[in-house]
């Protein structure tokens, strides 16, 4: 087990060592572990606001 630190919230968590993406951590320093909570808040599309209107000329 491999302990990695999410970028966003700080959280430590325990990876197993021989995934892909305990891999690719060793490898690439510029590499960065994100937690699944963190990954979930930024893949879900912001809702934009419907009433904006765009002046197009």
Same mark, same amino acid.
């Given at each position: 087990? !491999?302990?990695?630190?999410?970028?966003?919230?700080?959280?430590?968590?325990?990876?197993?060592?021989?995934?892909?993406?305990?891999?690719?951590?060793?490898?690439?320093?510029?590499?960065? @572990?994100?937690?699944?909570?963190? !990954?979930?808040?930024?893949?879900?599309?912001?809702?934009?606001?419907?009433?904006?209107? @765009?002046?197009?000329?």
């Amino acid at each position: 087990m !491999k302990k990695v630190q999410c970028i966003i919230c700080d959280i430590e968590v325990y990876i197993d060592e021989n995934t892909l993406e305990a891999k690719r951590l060793r490898n690439d320093p510029m590499h960065t @572990f994100m937690c699944d909570e963190c !990954k979930s808040r930024l893949d879900t599309p912001k809702h934009r606001n419907q009433e904006t209107t @765009f002046n197009h000329h």
